[in-house]
């Protein structure tokens, strides 16, 4: 069995050889071997690769050099010398006549290479047959027939609807859970999931209808030139060579040039120099989720691209490799099949009281609002979260009932929020934070067009309309770094708490720079600058302004536009409310119930009287 | 000073959403300013030859920021004599980012860049120059031109910056296969870089000046690889910034007169310097040059040098004036930055022993995959043949994204280690 990872692999060559082709897929959660062999920077898939490629089954392996990181593998594989046939394919960054023809040069190292290792003769004939017969759509799987090329306008219209997945490689669970979450066909257009190998007879047909004299004429033209001892720059000229041949009647080295040709023609990957024909990716796609990975570049240049367009909705999903999170990834998806208004139609329990509450079990503390049948707040509560979920969700929504003088039968419908959403039990139904937010900040004021939340875990930044209706969202990465754990951990290096934070931090006087972006780095960053005697109200300023900057940065890739209003516990941190209005250039609102919006939208979600309820304490 | 400098740099970093043009001007002010401290009153313990290179560099940054209409964005690895023999100023994206840093303002760069969408784990030299070209403080040059070599960030940052400023960009495609093959692929680009050229400026080449400037690199590499000679046994005071400064009188530099006036120099100085002393390290990959604990433990000092940087000489090659595309393209395809790391280790390996190094400090910078991830080869490797080997993990560029306390007690317990062992070693 041949192992490969890229999806510019000559991989049916290896039919050739009468072998069997598959790819390593990774599903690791640990790294400590790829870690001690690398270095823990390296991408998540690449590690995971070095770690896939220790199970003793992986004898065979061919990677191509599309990134740093597989170069470093394939060094770090042969010092091991654990593979018996380990062998890297140069990739050409270019895909002009001169490439095509290095990349044939490519395709024919590997077949000799493979050829001397297993004592096998290649067998062309056979590769062409397996050539013809993968020529799929590696995108939506439909077959490519010689009428109509994988890259066509027409093959990409006819597609369905679906959510296309693209950026960097992403494990298998990943597609899955998309599916899982929206109910629609998810497309796999990450770096190695669409393969695109132009079906042979396609390419000879282009070949004799543009009566091509092949990629030859310019590299030959170039030794032809110094082998007749002309000078440099002179062009020489074309020596005609003979494509009139069909795929099956083709001789060996056409047959190779060809496949060189249709291997790096396919959608480009984004570390091919000409990168626009990714424009085309998931045009007709209802969203797009973007996956990118820790340490991966090339995608996370692309994303930025992506979110440029304000009109196409665009998940962003990092990763670092493993499957460690995907608690956060859910949420996203949840709330990114809302905003697609792709979620299935709620059925209630059929309650028959007149009010309605919304639980939001975040991190830290678990809110409950109860609201009446005209939209007005008659009950709330603020607990803390506690070691339990579902014991701080029954204990705040008893203490909102006993607020409003209610029992629990009075309620018709109680909608569940936040990360507790799903384990709490409680409730009809459960929504994401990100809906939730978006309703109860237009609930509290209807002008708001973007609503900013620090959470414990995590922030977020929501783009709504004018009916508190989710037009995009972004969210912070898997870093604590620009999160209320990060405050929280910064106050307990100072010996402070929450409270005298928010107080302090207002009182400072010299622009602090925390510059680090790292948590850990931070810490010990402010350590250094308590033992340089730097005033706390200055580094709270600066810890201030560090988070402000992330959550601005946010505001950014969102195209965030005013009136703000920031929501969550960190709303009650006048010093990063104040920090975070500086970077944004525009006063942030605070409302009195910022801490209880979450639970609001809950409430409101509730059937006949979310959207259209105004503000009525 | 140093307070002074942090200062300076918050006030640029102050100017660079909204007024880059300001921010532009601040930071010419400087490094004009520099430039005349260096010329009137160079630092003392610095050789003539040294101080030439660091006006020559701070020129190499004045002036393509000042007259960007005469110039190119360039990759730290493009042969610039075709640049030169038009009379180009080439930006050089890494020396721009390690200017920035030295005005203490690459901290609103990248937050700039990141802003902006650019991921934090992206390498820090190429963060701050996408803040800077991305603000806008670095004025639209005429074209943009990268090479392959010698990461994924040359694939993304000069398309990126060709893009928002909307030029012409050109890449010249290294494979990774070092042969003759290559070389002839890569010479072919370098014609066409040429017509390109010919293009933008509108004259064809004067391919006798282009010779001319390919022999004055030979040249000057020749004298460097004598410096190389001279070094194992020779003790010349330097600063760890001057090794970064020999980065571009290898690469972007080479073929000025500038630079082959350097190396004459510092082979005079070389022959008139002190015997050896003390401990004597090789550095692998970019020098945090601005790194408190590192300046005073190697900057001027008797105690501990680094004696060379393995981003220099990396590249030498015969060069064959009457064949410039083949000499530059030769010069590329065989750098020891490019192909498997078992080419720059064992390249590194032989500098260890030309030089006689006592210890190797290998830098893994902060978003460079291809370093981090050939650590472990390489420490393995240097070591098996003698050489202690430090891994640092660190940032060439971005001062926020590095702990002073952990490279201090690193770099100091190796150095300690490093005597302890010579000491050993000259009892035995």
């Known amino acids: ?617 | 000073m140093a307070d002074m400098i942090q200062k300076f740099g918050n006030l640029v970093d102050a100017q660079i959403p909204d007024h880059p043009n300001a921010a532009r001007r601040l930071l010419l002010a400087a490094y004009y300013a520099k430039r005349v401290q260096l010329q009137r009153f160079p630092p003392k313990d610095l050789s003539p030859a040294r101080n030439d290179m660091a006006v020559t560099s701070m020129n190499a940054v004045i002036h393509p920021l000042a007259h960007p209409e005469k110039t190119g964005l360039v990759s730290i690895f493009t042969p610039c004599e075709l640049l030169q023999t038009y009379g180009i100023y080439p930006m050089v994206a890494e020396a721009m980012s390690c200017y920035i840093t030295g005005a203490d303002a690459e901290r609103g760069f990248i937050d700039y860049a990141v802003e902006e969408g650019i991921p934090e784990t992206f390498c820090s030299y190429h963060k701050a120059l996408l803040g800077g070209i991305l603000s806008e403080v670095i004025r639209k040059p005429r074209f943009v031109v990268n090479t392959s070599l010698a990461c994924d960030a040359n694939n993304l940052t000069f398309r990126t910056a060709a893009e928002h400023y909307g030029v012409p960009h050109f890449y010249i495609d290294v494979p990774y296969d070092c042969s003759e093959e290559a070389v002839r692929y890569t010479a072919d680009q370098l014609r066409e870089f040429a017509k390109f050229l010919e293009e933008d400026q509108k004259k064809p080449l004067d391919l006798d000046e282009l010779k001319r400037r390919v022999a004055a690199g030979g040249r000057t590499m020749k004298k460097l690889a004598a410096c190389q000679t001279l070094k194992r046994d020779r003790y010349l005071s330097n600063d760890i910034t001057d090794e970064l400064y020999e980065v571009f009188a290898n690469h972007v530099l080479l073929g000025t007169p500038e630079v082959e006036r350097f190396a004459g120099t510092l082979l005079r100085d070389l022959k008139k310097a002190e015997p050896t002393r003390g401990i004597r390290l090789l550095w692998m990959h970019t020098i945090p040059f601005y790194q408190k604990p590192l300046r005073e433990t190697l900057n001027f000092s008797s105690r501990c040098q680094v004696v060379a940087c393995d981003m220099n000489y990396d590249a030498y090659c015969e060069a064959d004036p009457d064949k410039p595309f083949e000499s530059m393209a030769r010069r590329l395809v065989y750098d020891s930055f490019n192909g498997p790391s078992d080419r720059r280790i064992r390249r590194s390996l032989g500098m260890c022993r030309k030089l006689d190094v006592d210890g190797v400090v290998y830098f893994c910078h902060w978003g460079c995959k291809q370093t981090q991830a050939a650590a472990q080869n390489a420490r393995a490797i240097l070591e098996e043949n003698g050489y202690p080997t430090l891994i640092l993990d660190g940032d060439g560029c971005d001062s926020g994204n590095a702990s002073n306390g952990q490279t201090a007690t690193r770099m100091q317990a190796f150095i300690e280690m490093l005597e302890e062992r010579k000491a050993n070693r000259t009892v035995r």
């Open chain 1, 1 to 617: 069995m041949i192992y490969y990872m890229c999806k510019y692999t000559p991989l049916e060559i290896f039919a050739g050889f009468g072998e069997e082709t598959e790819r390593l897929a990774p599903n690791t959660d640990s790294f400590d071997t790829a870690e001690s062999l690398g270095h823990p920077n390296m991408c998540g898939y690449g590690k995971g690769i070095l770690e896939a490629a220790q199970n003793p089954d992986v004898q065979e392996l061919v990677l191509v050099s599309c990134c740093d990181v597989v170069k470093r593998i394939y060094d770090i594989l042969k010092r091991q010398g654990k593979q018996k046939f380990l062998y890297l394919v140069d990739l050409p960054h270019k895909t002009s006549a001169a490439e095509e023809r290095y990349m044939e040069g490519q395709i024919r190292g590997l077949i000799s290479a493979y050829a001397a290792y297993s004592g096998k003769k290649f067998d062309v004939k056979a590769a062409l047959s397996q050539w013809s017969a993968s020529a799929v759509c590696g995108a939506c799987g439909s077959a490519v027939t010689a009428s109509q090329s994988i890259n066509s306008p027409e093959h990409v219209e006819s597609e369905q609807s679906y959510i296309s997945l693209q950026g960097a490689h992403s494990r298998e669970e990943l597609p899955e859970m998309i599916r899982r979450i929206t109910g629609i066909s998810v497309r796999d257009d990450t770096c190695t999931g669409n393969r695109n190998v132009e079906a042979p007879e396609n390419i000879f047909a282009a070949y004799r209808r543009e009566n091509r004299t092949g990629s030859e004429r310019i590299n030959r033209g170039a030794e032809q030139a110094r082998e007749a001892g002309q000078s440099e720059g002179e062009p020489v000229p074309e020596r005609k060579q003979d494509f009139s041949f069909s795929a099956e009647q083709a001789p060996e080295n056409l047959v190779i040039h060809a496949y060189a040709h249709a291997l790096l023609h396919q959608m480009p990957c984004m570390r091919m120099a000409d990168v626009k024909a990714r424009d085309s990716l998931g045009r007709n796609a209802l969203g797009v989720v973007y996956h990118t990975m820790k340490f991966c570049d090339y995608y996370g240049f692309e994303y930025a691209e992506r979110k440029k367009d304000p009109e196409k909705p665009v998940l962003k999903i990092e990763t670092d490799g493993t499957g460690q999170n995907s608690g956060q990834i859910s949420t996203r998806l949840e709330a990114f099949a809302e905003s697609l208004h792709l979620k299935t139609e709620r059925e209630h329990m059929g309650g028959t009281g007149k009010y309605t509450a919304g639980v939001d079990s975040g991190s830290s503390s678990t809110d409950a609002v109860i609201l009446d049948n005209a939209g007005k707040m008659v009950g709330w509560s603020i607990v803390s979260t506690g070691a339990g979920a579902s014991t701080g969700a029954e204990k705040a929504l008893n203490e909102a009932l006993r607020m409003a003088h209610l029992k629990r039968e009075d309620l018709r419908e109680i909608v569940s929020t936040g990360y507790g959403r799903e384990t709490i039990g409680l409730g009809d139904d459960s929504v994401t934070e990100i809906t939730c937010h978006a309703l109860g900040a237009h609930y509290l004021d209807p002008e708001i067009r973007t609503v900013i939340d620090i959470g414990g875990q995590d922030s977020k930044v929501i783009r709504i309309d004018e009916n508190g209706t989710v037009l995009s969202f972004v969210m912070n990465d898997k870093c604590a770094a620009g999160t209320g754990r990060f405050l929280e951990m910064m106050a307990r290096t100072m010996e402070l708490s929450m409270e005298d934070m928010s107080r302090i931090g207002l009182k400072w006087k010299n622009n602090v720079q925390i510059s680090s972006m790292c948590t850990v780095f931070a810490e010990s960053e402010v350590v250094s600058l308590i033992a340089r005697n730097t005033p706390t109200e200055d580094i709270i300023h600066g810890l201030n302004l560090s988070v402000a900057g992330r959550t601005a940065a946010l505001v950014k890739r969102v195209h965030g536009e005013g009136p703000y209003m920031m929501t969550g516990g960190v709303a009650r941190n006048r010093g990063i409310v104040e920090a975070l209005s500086g970077k944004i250039g525009e006063k942030i609102r605070v409302s009195e119930y910022a801490q209880l919006c979450g639970a609001i939208g809950a409430a409101l979600i509730c059937a006949d009287s979310g959207g259209s309820t105004r503000r009525n304490f």
